[in-house]
């Protein structure tokens, strides 16, 4: 049993050399990181919820759990991008862009094109303004609400920060094909536009309203 053992972990350790985790200063955590990463990849959703004796869809299980594990990688990577941008870092830069694409949103419009909550955008909204980044006055249409757009400052962190948000897009891209890419932005545009009809029309209905959708 104990040799079994040993022989097992040294197998695991020799893939673990082989992997793409693996640095010439590797440690016993970067090891256990490795080994973590490896079981929850090996593992699916339908695996755990047929033990537990529940049916579901292991195609859109599986996609869940793809696009929860992009999100996470592409968060870290965007923070290693903007290092040099710490007041960008978290989900700032996505509302400098938008604004540089549509100038002049009023503060609701901007959170929702960036599918946030009005709580997060708002929040947002005010560390950019206090970071010199954006400035406001009143809409002429609604004098209830407020119209947002980058200020100098905020155009020059724009640019300066375009090469390094261009590098972590590819980054972020893998290695995928010119085909691939084009594929899976096709079906990614696809999905963001039905999941923003839902985000618009139905934000507020519970999750077996939404479901309803689907029939």
Partial sequence: MQTDFFIDLLQQV?????????????DLEDFRVWMNDKKY??????KLFRNENHQVSYTEN????????????????????????????????????????????NKIQLIERNGHE?????QIIKRLLEAGFLEEKNDEDDKRSKRVNLTKKGEEIFHGSVSKVDQTSKILSGKLSDDEKN???????KLNEFHAHIYSEYKNSDI????DILD
């Avoid at 009005?118 to 708002?122: A, E, I, L, V, Y």
């Avoid at 077996?208 to 479901?211: E, F």
């Fill in 14 to 26: 020799k893939e673990f050399e082989s992997s793409d985790s693996y640095k010439p200063n590797a």
């Fill in 183 to 189: 594929e899976l932005l096709k079906l990614l545009k």
């Fill in 41 to 46: 990849k090996d593992e699916s959703p339908t």
């Fill in 118 to 122: 009005k709580q997060t955008g708002t």
């Fill in 62 to 105: 599986e996609i869940c759990k793809q696009v929860l594990l992009l999100a996470r990688y592409s968060k870290l990577l965007i923070r290693k991008g903007l290092a040099d941008f710490p007041e960008l870092a978290n989900e700032e830069f996505t509302y400098l862009y938008r604004l540089k694409d549509e100038p002049f949103l």
């Fill in 208 to 211: 077996d309203k939404i479901n």
